[in-house]
């Protein structure tokens, strides 16, 4: 195959599958099949799809065809959700290389997992579970990511984690622990607001100073989506990443925070229960292009206004 | 239940976190891990329970997504108790969530509140199928006048390559008028059909079709799958049923698409 990059007028060359959509600037949705007429029918096509990576690891049928023809016409992210990247154990060698196998054939513009596991032992528990933040987690998860950076050929976007339960022998903030993660494996960063809103609360810290401390300059794309609450054995909020309805007014507002300094990040809007018709989806990718846009017009009058 | 199952500074467990916080995962009568804890010293029972309730009920959400026709028999909370029931007596195995269910045919005959619906088991292998037919590699079909152009003296001696996506499915109900009555978004009638129905899950193109097959089509059909000859599958099924329809069979085999290829066998 290697064969193939001294001709670069080969149309069979790897990288010339799909046309190359740019992900810059842009907001998305993650794709669900029921709205695939919908998005077929969109004139202009516009914005990005995200897509969960184990959905798509069947032989054939009609998930890779729908996947084929939307990355036909938008830029996709792949978001791998059970690679346990977290957890203790060696990763699935079979599941490494499902997943190469994906990035190989969808040449998605954007490729992330989370700081999370989902696998111990033979079971998986279909939930993203968390870990202690500790110098010996931190080389374990590392090595991982490396692994897994190694096997697709490509730096990975992590992604921070919502959680519920703390670990006393947590010796690392997970601003830290996601800092010495970028330093040694080169990884890049899917900042998730909603799970930070989701965890300060939980955590009782503030979702601002949480924002001040992470290395936001190796981020590549935004997660936002709705949670729901519920309270603790106190009585006091808990907030849960559902996923299940419109993102909360606070997220909104650390958004146009996060890009007023970051500039417009790719975009994803996650809802992945309780889904509604395509035009409430869009209409929430819509409302996040619309901070994306009025930050890239403020930079580019600044830089306009600088030179 | 042991504490501080997760000791820091123990270095022959530090990597245990995972085996402490999945002990409870699937036991709602477990204590939380006590490696665990809220902020501030605040308790985790309920904080844990957020993790077993999206375990579970993703699990249980999965089963009712593979098994939709299955639900509509017996309805959601019936559906939902019972998948609760196999989720925690056989949790997933891989994180392709379209792998998962493989047992639950099996955990449905055996299971108690199941047993005045004897057919429930089979309606739920013929969804197994439907959801294996549906993530099936692609092929493009035998078209269905291949068998032309074999000599008529030859075609004993055929064997036929099966589609990935072909399965066939045997029962003593009517599964596929079940299935197929309970998969439709119109009403749900009375079913008038009694006898048994054996079933035949393709998916030539994007769509699964499920077809009824013919008295010992699906002796035939499994005889094909495993490579025997269409003499001998022939032989089987004529001695299944003696009023198979052999042209009538391998018609509608290949007008549904179960097979990629045709060859002669040694």
Redesign the interface.
């Known amino acids: 195959m290697y064969g193939l990059a001294i001709h670069p007028t080969s149309r069979m060359s790897k990288t010339s599958r799909f046309p190359a959509h740019r992900v810059a600037g842009l907001a998305g949705t993650s794709f669900k099949h029921e709205h695939l007429p919908a998005i077929l029918g969109d004139d202009p096509k516009d914005g990005f799809f995200e897509v969960h990576a ?2 798509y ?9 729908a996947l084929t023809k939307i990355r036909r016409d938008y830029p996709v992210s792949l978001h791998g ?2 690679m346990s990247i977290g ?3 060696p990763l ?1 060698k079979a ?1 490494l290389g499902r997943f190469k196998a994906l990035v190989d054939r969808y040449e998605p513009a954007l490729v992330s997992e989370h700081l999370a ?11 993203l ?4 933040y ?1 110098p ?2 931190v080389s ?1 998860v590392a090595d991982h990511i490396d692994e897994v950076q190694g096997a697709i050929g490509r730096p990975i976007l992590l992604e921070n984690p919502s959680t ?6 947590a ?1 690392m903030s997970e601003t830290d622990f996601i800092r010495e993660l970028v330093r040694r494996t080169g990884c890049g960063l899917l900042l998730d607001i909603n799970n930070v809103f989701v965890s300060a609360t ?4 503030s979702a601002l100073s949480y924002l001040a401390d992470f290395p936001l300059d190796h981020v590549g794309e935004i997660h936002l989506a709705g949670h729901a609450e ?5 009585g ?1 909020l ?1 907030l ?1 990443d559902s996923h299940d309805g419109p993102v909360a007014d606070a997220v909104w507002t650390l958004f146009d925070i996060v890009i007023g300094r970051c500039g417009p990040l790719p975009t994803l809007i996650e809802w992945d229960s309780d889904i509604p018709e395509w035009p409430v989806l869009k209409a929430e990718a819509v409302a996040a292009q619309a901070i994306l846009d009025r930050h890239a017009d403020s930079l580019f009058g600044k830089a306009h206004a600088a030179g | 239940m042991p504490q501080d199952e997760l000791q820091s500074g123990d270095l022959g467990r530090r990597f245990d976190y995972a085996a402490a916080f999945t002990a409870g995962l699937l036991d709602p009568d477990r204590a939380p891990p006590g490696a665990v804890s809220g902020p501030n010293g605040k308790a985790a029972v309920k904080r844990y329970a957020v993790y077993r309730n999206n375990v579970t009920v993703s699990l249980i959400d999965a089963l009712a997504a593979s098994f939709p026709a299955t639900m509509r028999i017996t309805g959601p909370d019936f559906f939902r108790a019972m998948a609760r029931f196999h989720v925690r007596e056989t949790p997933p195995t891989s994180p392709l969530l379209f792998e998962y269910g493989r047992d639950f045919p099996d955990f449905i005959e055996c299971y108690e509140y199941a047993q005045s619906m004897p057919w429930l088991a089979d309606v739920a292998r013929l969804e197994r199928a439907w959801l294996d037919a549906y993530h099936a590699a692609d092929a493009e079909p035998l078209a269905s006048g291949a068998l032309a152009s074999i000599p008529p003296e030859r075609l004993a001696d055929t064997v036929f390559v099966p589609h990935p996506a072909t399965r066939a499915i045997c029962s003593r109900y009517p599964v596929v008028t079940i299935f197929a009555t309970n998969r439709s978004d119109g009403p749900v009638g009375r079913i008038e059909a009694g006898g048994p129905e054996d079933a035949l899950v393709t998916r030539p193109g994007l769509e699964v079709y499920v077809r009824h097959l013919p008295p010992g089509g699906a002796v035939f059909l499994d005889r094909l799958m495993t490579g025997e000859p269409l003499g001998a599958a022939a032989a089987a099924a004529f001695a299944e049923r003696a009023e198979f329809d052999l042209s009538a069979n391998i018609a509608g085999l290949l007008q549904a698409g179960a097979f990629t290829a045709a060859h002669q066998g040694g």
């Open positions: 184990e959905n690891m069947g032989a054939g049928g009609p998930p890779h065809d959700v059970c957890g203790p154990r699935d599941h596991w989902s696998t111990h032992d033979t079971t998986y528990y279909n939930d579970l968390p870990l202690p500790t010996a987690t374990r519920y339960v703390l670990f006393p022998e010796t939980n955590h009782g810290y519920q309270e603790d054995d106190e006091d808990l849960i």
